[in-house]
Every structure is written in structure tokens, then in C-alpha cells.
């Protein structure tokens, strides 16, 4: 039961440097979120994608762009990091963005950008 | 803007007992619906229990409940019986229609032997 797939799990990168955050998920649901946690703050939303073909800002999009690929994979690039973006990512899916329910989320991806 | 506040950072408990964890909302709307997701060592985040707004009964799973008081917008999650099982950080979270979900900044619980 895989659920939701995140790679990497770990990374160090370098200021300015460029990597994707891949995710998948293999429960045919519709919509697919990503988030990043920071101590005290909770999860917040970077990006989400309703349905395939679809993406949309979150609450804290800066600096990062994602990319629907098809209705199992939804990436998340961040093309010049910062420190600011260290934190863990975590990408989560849903049966569908209107109906609220239950998020399923992978492991996450922690990220430390020196 | 909805706002979540989980005003304690730590709580601890002792096995077999019960602790209550906190959850305050702001918010203008009066559908809406209310989560605790347990996130355990490991990582991987997973709902607890649901409350819908609309609903004047309290949500119950197993040994997990809570007091929803809509007019105190506090949403508070009973944990009974607790088990070493139970320690983790838990989110309490927030949404309107829609899987938009706004999360408050956490609770460590530690569970005592």
C-alpha cells in the first residue's frame, strides 16, 4: 500500500542551486496538495492542483513552482533556493478539492538549503 | 483569513490517562469543518477524527473525542486511555468547502510509561 511517494527524502542543497521534490500517488484521487512545515507554523500550503491539468497558489507560493505531469504525479521545483526555504515538504492528495475530507499524505522531504 | 491556534507546544500524560489538547479557530463562516491530524515520529501525517460545523454532536473515534463548542470556536481533542502509541505531534486544522486546509502550529504530546 504505498499511498502517497515522496523523493527526496533528504537534501542539502546550496543557495541558488535548483531541485525537484517528486510525488506521487497511486489512489486515483483528483487533487493533490503540496505543504511545508516549519517548527510553530503548522503546515502551510504552497501549491495545489484540483484536477489534472490544474494548478493553483497556496498561501505561500514565492520561489516555487509545481508542475500536474498527470493524475498520479505532482512535482514541486524550487529553481534558485534560499535559506528560507528550508523546512520539510510534504505532498498530500485528496478524492476531490470540493469535498472536504480526509488528506493523505506521504512522508516527507526535508530540505535544508545552506 | 482563517486563523488556528494551538496554544500548547508541549503536553504530556501519563499511560492509561486522559488528556485534552487544545484547538481555537477564527472565522466569519458558519459552515465549515474542523480536523486533528496525528503526525508520529515517522512523519507521515493522519487524520484523527472530523467534525463537521453543522453538527451539534461531538465527533467520537475509538479513544479519540472532542468538545466542539461552535460559539467559543474551540475545537478540543480528548485523547482517553492514552497509549505509548499516542505520542506525536497533533495539527488541528480548518476548512470551508474545499480541501484548503488551514492548520494550527502543532501540539508535541508525550506519553509517560
Known amino acids: 500500500n504505498a499511498g502517497v511517494t515522496q523523493t527526496p527524502k533528504f537534501q542539502v542543497l546550496k543557495t541558488g542551486q535548483s531541485m525537484t521534490l517528486q510525488c506521487a500517488q497511486d489512489?486515483?484521487?483528483?487533487?493533490m496538495y503540496w505543504y511545508r512545515q516549519d517548527p510553530g507554523m503548522g503546515l502551510r500550503l504552497i501549491y495545489y492542483?484540483?484536477?489534472?491539468?490544474?494548478?493553483d497558489k497556496g498561501e505561500v507560493p514565492n520561489g516555487y513552482n509545481v508542475s500536474r505531469l498527470n493524475k498520479r504525479e505532482f512535482s514541486l521545483r524550487l529553481e534558485s533556493a534560499a535559506p528560507s526555504q528550508t523546512s520539510v515538504y510534504f505532498c498530500?492528495?485528496?478524492?476531490?478539492?470540493?469535498?472536504?475530507?480526509?488528506?493523505?499524505f506521504g512522508e516527507g522531504s526535508r530540505l535544508t538549503v545552506l | 483569513a482563517q486563523t488556528v491556534t494551538q496554544s500548547q507546544p508541549e503536553m504530556s500524560v501519563q499511560e492509561a490517562e486522559t488528556v485534552t489538547l487544545s484547538c481555537t479557530y477564527d472565522?466569519?463562516?458558519?459552515?465549515?469543518?474542523l480536523f486533528w491530524y496525528k503526525q508520529p515520529p515517522s512523519r507521515q501525517m493522519i487524520l484523527v477524527i472530523r467534525q463537521e460545523a453543522y453538527k451539534q454532536q461531538n465527533a467520537t473515534e475509538n479513544r479519540f473525542s472532542v468538545n466542539f463548542q461552535k460559539a467559543a470556536k474551540s475545537f478540543s481533542l480528548k485523547i482517553s486511555d492514552s497509549q505509548l502509541g499516542d505520542a506525536a505531534m497533533y495539527f488541528c486544522a480548518y476548512s470551508i468547502a474545499g480541501n484548503m486546509l488551514t492548520f494550527g502550529g502543532g501540539t508535541r504530546l508525550m506519553v509517560k510509561p
Open positions: 498530500a492528495s485528496s478524492t476531490s478539492h470540493t469535498n472536504t475530507g480526509e488528506l493523505f
Open positions: 472565522t466569519s463562516e458558519s459552515d465549515y469543518y
Open positions: 489512489m486515483n484521487h483528483n487533487s
Open positions: 492542483s484540483a484536477s489534472e491539468g490544474t494548478t
